[in-house]
């Protein structure tokens, strides 16, 4: 890296460049025969030539960048020369036209490199080439993730490394990469790449732009701990690249004990705000640990300090616990009370704003343990109950016309109640018809069902979002399981090719393998099949031939093959003598992930496993190596008895509240803990301070499994519960209509006058309205019914397993 043996200011260099002779504005180039440019030539001098014919002008606009470059150059030691050649010159770089559209190198009077002049584009391109050929021991360019991992590797504990990407050489940003290369590629690798794979290889989101990284490789002393990586997120520009070197130059942490408005540090002379971390004595070192926090999330940010009170001649105010200074001249300190690190970074970045909760217009707001009585979707419904839905897209389906409708037509039907509908095709007010929801077995709301001539209805047990929701309607639209009928059309089946539309909404595909004669076998599977509908593409093979295929799959027949359409791998699982529960499981089983992201979707699909949870929190994409260690385990089969699994907190925000509950504040990331929520409560975590390795994790969960680790903390065991009864909102509603003759509307909204225009209706329609067998009930869950009710995802109206 630090080669001795390159210096750019002792030694000389010659950039020669051979080009048709063109009289423009070239006049800052020193003009010089050949003969005396090369007498001229000298070690620990550099010079720029530039050899011309004199009758052409066809390298005009190249000129022009050359001499735009001339200045840069002459800044970095090299200078400019002009050589003009006669007819009569003998020298080889005068002579042959192939030779006058490329670019030659020297150092001293020895040639490094020539390049052809096209690669020479403009002035950027000129400067970043020169000096990309000249510092090559103080630049690596690599194309592979294994190649930066050798480098990484080979500096842990000597040098820090300048990670950059750029789209392609010649650009300005590789100027710029270069340039920051000549001041300091004597104090840090730099490495480059072109290669947006490896970009993405190394857990970058955006990749749309050059990158310019810091790796913190210096202070890793364990050779199979990753270094850290410092992301620099302004523009990569010469100027940017140097502010941001400076800032990873200087203190990670400082302590003071001054007026923080006399403080000066690298960073406000960089144009950075200061933030200070109030600290006492008695919690010295836990602040400190807060602070290094800060510190690391704001690094090339600002700067981060741990003010002591306690020896503070100026007085603080008692409740401010961080001082925040901005970079400009004569700013006054602000003295801020700040209880999450998450509110100190966005007062940084300046991604702070206040949500104000307004009084509706048109009534009282009323306390929220009255409104607002289960959790966090309840909440969200109640805040948006004045939402307007689009209700005319869809069809309102009543006692009357219902049988009708949903005969006639294939029909997604939603099963609501008063105000609180998501519309989708039609709909059935619950609180308008409870009888017909009672018959229709609708117990709870909203509840989603799909009627399909001459089949029994399917419940939709998903989450109410559009996506999840589609897959559901797009899956329907085959039988399931679908009858395979030759072995041609099974092999297109397990391909994805049969029916390729739908494999975006199911990666993976059943086929069920039987031999004629398996009747009973059959009939659960095709049980199975009814019930996984919506979920699973199923298919049903059971042909004279089906030996063809047990053979070709190394199947057992009964059997399933299990085709995953994104990893292209077809997998045989045997079933005899499974009931339809065991071949509903087998397949639920085998959709599940084997390292899946954590979200607030799927979190009780995994909580269903009744195992204590292996998570891995990251803030953004998590490290190959790390995925790489867990998936060794997990087919080791050292984590059968856990639930492994990844919580990326850019995409669900809710995990800086869990890991809050875990360790009071926000812990450096990534992080690895286990969670047992089902027995004990007990969480444990991987420390910060080890490489994410196999053996080292392997090592871990030994020493939790002997009872040799202690717990961070222990969740208390505890239901959650609402804050108050539920409603019988129909048994209210039936005890009013048994005082009152007449229907009663619902008390959504204050439009008295439509209720009293609706009146008569209502009541002839009473007189043919019959009491429910039993009263229909809105059921709130506590959190542990709330994981149950997981096991219903894929049931099936009036069947039972």
Same mark, same amino acid.
Request: hydrophobic share 40%; aromatic share 8%; proline share 5%.
């Given at each position: 890296m630090m080669s001795s043996s390159f210096n750019i200011y002792r030694v000389g260099i010659s950039f020669v460049m051979m080009c048709i002779f063109y009289k423009s504005a070239v006049d800052s180039l020193s003009e010089?025969?050949?003969?005396?440019?090369?007498?001229?030539?000298?070690?620990?001098?550099?010079?720029?030539?530039?050899?011309?014919?004199?009758?052409?002008?066809?390298?005009?606009?190249?000129?022009?960048?050359?001499?735009?470059?001339?200045?840069?150059?002459?800044?970095?030691?090299?200078?400019?020369?002009?050589?003009?050649?006669?007819?009569?010159?003998?020298?080889?770089?005068?002579?042959?036209?192939?030779?006058?559209?490329?670019?030659?190198?020297?150092?001293?009077?020895?040639? /490094?490199? #020539?390049? *052809?002049?096209? $690669? &020479?584009?403009?002035?950027?391109? =000129?400067?970043?080439?020169?000096?990309?050929? @000249?510092?090559?021991?103080?630049?690596?360019?690599?194309?592979?993730?294994?190649?930066?991992?050798?480098?990484?590797?080979?500096?842990?504990?000597?040098?820090?490394?300048?990670?950059?990407?750029?789209?392609?050489?010649?650009?300005?940003?590789?100027?710029?990469?270069?340039?920051?290369?000549?001041?300091?590629?004597?104090?840090?690798?730099?490495?480059?790449?072109?290669?947006?794979?490896?970009?993405?290889?190394?857990?970058?989101?955006?990749?749309?732009?050059?990158?310019?990284?810091?790796?913190?490789?210096?202070?890793?002393?364990?050779?199979?701990?990753?270094?850290?990586?410092? /992301?620099? #997120?302004? *523009?990569?520009? $010469? &100027?940017?690249?140097?502010?941001? =070197?400076?800032?990873?130059?200087?203190?990670? @942490?400082?302590?003071?004990?001054?007026?923080?408005?006399?403080?000066?540090?690298?960073?406000?002379?960089?144009?950075?705000?200061?933030?200070?971390?109030?600290?006492?004595?008695a919690t010295h070192e836990a602040d400190r640990r807060t602070a290094e926090w800060v510190a690391w999330r704001l690094l090339g940010k600002a700067g981060v300090l741990l003010l002591l009170r306690d020896s503070l001649e100026v007085d603080i105010p008692q409740h401010a616990n961080v001082v925040f200074r901005r970079a400009e001249e004569g700013a006054p300190v602000e003295f801020l009370v700040l209880h999450d690190t998450e509110l100190i970074i966005s007062r940084v970045e300046g991604n702070t704003h206040i949500e104000e909760m307004q009084e509706d217009e048109d009534e009282d707001v009323q306390s929220p343990d009255m409104d607002i009585q289960d959790d966090e979707v309840a909440e969200t419904v109640y805040r948006h109950r004045k939402t307007q839905l689009p209700l005319e897209l869809t069809v309102e389906?009543?006692?009357?016309?219902?049988?009708?409708?949903?005969?006639?037509?294939?029909?997604?039907?939603?099963?609501?109640?008063?105000?609180?509908?998501?519309?989708?095709?039609?709909?059935?007010?619950?609180?308008?018809?409870?009888?017909?929801?009672?018959?229709?077995?609708?117990?709870?709301?909203?509840?989603?069902?799909?009627?399909?001539?001459?089949?029994?209805?399917?419940?939709?047990?998903?989450?109410?979002?559009?996506?999840?929701?589609?897959?559901?309607?797009?899956?329907?639209?085959?039988?399931?399981?679908?009858?395979?009928?030759?072995?041609?059309?099974?092999?297109?089946?397990?391909?994805?090719?049969?029916?390729?539309d739908l494999i975006p909404y199911s990666s993976m595909s059943v086929l069920g393998l039987f031999s004629p004669n398996m009747t009973t076998a059959k009939e659960d599977f095709t049980k199975a099949g009814n019930y996984l509908r919506g979920c699973v593409i199923t298919g049903i093979y059971s042909e004279e031939d089906v030996l063809i295929l047990s053979n070709k799959y190394g199947a057992t027949l009964p059997a399933?093959?299990?085709?995953?359409?994104?990893?292209?791998?077809?997998?045989?699982?045997?079933?005899?003598?499974?009931?339809?529960?065991?071949?509903?499981?087998?397949?639920?089983?085998?959709?599940?992930?084997?390292?899946?992201?954590?979200?607030?979707?799927?979190?009780?699909?995994?909580?269903?496993?009744?195992?204590?949870?292996?998570?891995?929190?990251?803030?953004?994409?998590?490290?190959?190596?790390?995925?790489?260690?867990?998936?060794?385990?997990v087919k080791e089969k050292h984590l059968d008895s856990l639930t492994p699994c990844w919580l990326n907190l850019k995409n669900t925000p809710a995990g800086r509240g869990i890991l809050q509950t875990y360790f009071n504040a926000l812990p450096p990331l990534p992080l690895i803990v286990v969670v047992n929520l089902h027995s004990g409560g007990q969480v444990f975590a991987f420390p910060s301070e080890q490489a994410v390795t196999e053996q080292n994790l392997l090592l871990w969960l030994k020493k939790l499994e002997a009872g040799l680790e202690s717990p961070i903390t222990i969740l208390p065991a505890q239901e959650w519960k609402p804050p108050l009864p539920a409603y019988d909102f129909l048994s209210m509603m039936d005890a009013a209509a048994s005082q009152h003759p007449t229907r009663k509307e619902p008390e959504c909204t204050k439009e008295t006058n439509m209720q009293k225009n609706d009146k008569k209706q209502h009541e002839e329609k009473s007189t043919i309205r019959k009491e429910p067998v039993e009263t229909l009930r809105i059921k709130h869950w506590n959190r542990s019914n709330w994981f149950k009710e997981g096991d219903k995802s894929f049931r099936h109206d009036n069947k039972e397993l």
């Amino acid at each position: 890296m630090m080669s001795s043996s390159f210096n750019i200011y002792r030694v000389g260099i010659s950039f020669v460049m051979m080009c048709i002779f063109y009289k423009s504005a070239v006049d800052s180039l020193s003009e010089l025969s050949p003969q005396k440019y090369f007498s001229t030539l000298q070690p620990g001098k550099a010079s720029l030539a530039y050899f011309c014919q004199a009758d052409s002008p066809r390298t005009s606009i190249f000129l022009e960048e050359l001499n735009e470059a001339v200045k840069p150059l002459q800044d970095f030691g090299i200078s400019v020369a002009k050589v003009n050649c006669v007819k009569e010159e003998t020298s080889r770089y005068c002579g042959k036209e192939k030779d006058l559209m490329k670019v030659y190198l020297f150092r001293g009077n020895i040639l /490094l490199r #020539e390049f *052809p002049t096209d $690669t &020479l584009f403009d002035v950027n391109a =000129i400067i970043a080439h020169v000096l990309f050929a @000249l510092l090559f021991n103080e630049v690596k360019y690599i194309t592979t993730l294994e190649y930066l991992q050798n480098i990484e590797n080979s500096l842990k504990g000597k040098a820090n490394i300048a990670f950059s990407y750029v789209r392609a050489i010649g650009t300005p940003e590789h100027r710029a990469v270069m340039e920051a290369a000549f001041v300091y590629g004597t104090t840090y690798q730099f490495v480059l790449t072109t290669e947006i794979a490896l970009l993405e290889s190394i857990g970058t989101e955006a990749i749309e732009n050059a990158h310019f990284y810091f790796f913190h490789c210096k202070q890793v002393l364990d050779l199979t701990q990753q270094c850290r990586r410092t /992301l620099m #997120e302004q *523009p990569l520009a $010469t &100027l940017n690249i140097h502010r941001f =070197i400076k800032t990873m130059e200087a203190p990670l @942490l400082t302590e003071v004990a001054e007026d923080p408005q006399q403080v000066s540090t690298v960073h406000l002379q960089l144009g950075l705000p200061l933030v200070f971390i109030v600290s006492q004595q008695a919690t010295h070192e836990a602040d400190r640990r807060t602070a290094e926090w800060v510190a690391w999330r704001l690094l090339g940010k600002a700067g981060v300090l741990l003010l002591l009170r306690d020896s503070l001649e100026v007085d603080i105010p008692q409740h401010a616990n961080v001082v925040f200074r901005r970079a400009e001249e004569g700013a006054p300190v602000e003295f801020l009370v700040l209880h999450d690190t998450e509110l100190i970074i966005s007062r940084v970045e300046g991604n702070t704003h206040i949500e104000e909760m307004q009084e509706d217009e048109d009534e009282d707001v009323q306390s929220p343990d009255m409104d607002i009585q289960d959790d966090e979707v309840a909440e969200t419904v109640y805040r948006h109950r004045k939402t307007q839905l689009p209700l005319e897209l869809t069809v309102e389906l009543t006692e009357e016309t219902f049988n009708a409708t949903v005969v006639a037509s294939d029909s997604i039907v939603l099963f609501y109640a008063g105000c609180t509908s998501t519309m989708l095709l039609t709909r059935v007010n619950c609180a308008d018809w409870s009888d017909l929801c009672t018959k229709q077995n609708v117990t709870e709301f909203p509840v989603v069902k799909m009627y399909k001539e001459g089949k029994h209805p399917v419940s939709y047990a998903g989450m109410l979002g559009t996506e999840d929701l589609l897959k559901f309607i797009l899956l329907n639209r085959i039988s399931c399981p679908v009858n395979i009928t030759s072995v041609q059309e099974a092999e297109e089946y397990l391909s994805g090719e049969l029916y390729k539309d739908l494999i975006p909404y199911s990666s993976m595909s059943v086929l069920g393998l039987f031999s004629p004669n398996m009747t009973t076998a059959k009939e659960d599977f095709t049980k199975a099949g009814n019930y996984l509908r919506g979920c699973v593409i199923t298919g049903i093979y059971s042909e004279e031939d089906v030996l063809i295929l047990s053979n070709k799959y190394g199947a057992t027949l009964p059997a399933l093959l299990l085709a995953r359409h994104k990893e292209g791998k077809v997998e045989s699982v045997p079933f005899a003598n499974s009931r339809v529960q065991d071949i509903v499981q087998i397949v639920t089983n085998a959709l599940l992930e084997t390292f899946p992201e954590i979200t607030v979707e799927n979190l009780p699909v995994y909580l269903r496993l009744q195992k204590p949870l292996l998570i891995l929190f990251s803030d953004g994409s998590i490290n190959p190596q790390y995925t790489k260690a867990i998936l060794t385990l997990v087919k080791e089969k050292h984590l059968d008895s856990l639930t492994p699994c990844w919580l990326n907190l850019k995409n669900t925000p809710a995990g800086r509240g869990i890991l809050q509950t875990y360790f009071n504040a926000l812990p450096p990331l990534p992080l690895i803990v286990v969670v047992n929520l089902h027995s004990g409560g007990q969480v444990f975590a991987f420390p910060s301070e080890q490489a994410v390795t196999e053996q080292n994790l392997l090592l871990w969960l030994k020493k939790l499994e002997a009872g040799l680790e202690s717990p961070i903390t222990i969740l208390p065991a505890q239901e959650w519960k609402p804050p108050l009864p539920a409603y019988d909102f129909l048994s209210m509603m039936d005890a009013a209509a048994s005082q009152h003759p007449t229907r009663k509307e619902p008390e959504c909204t204050k439009e008295t006058n439509m209720q009293k225009n609706d009146k008569k209706q209502h009541e002839e329609k009473s007189t043919i309205r019959k009491e429910p067998v039993e009263t229909l009930r809105i059921k709130h869950w506590n959190r542990s019914n709330w994981f149950k009710e997981g096991d219903k995802s894929f049931r099936h109206d009036n069947k039972e397993l």
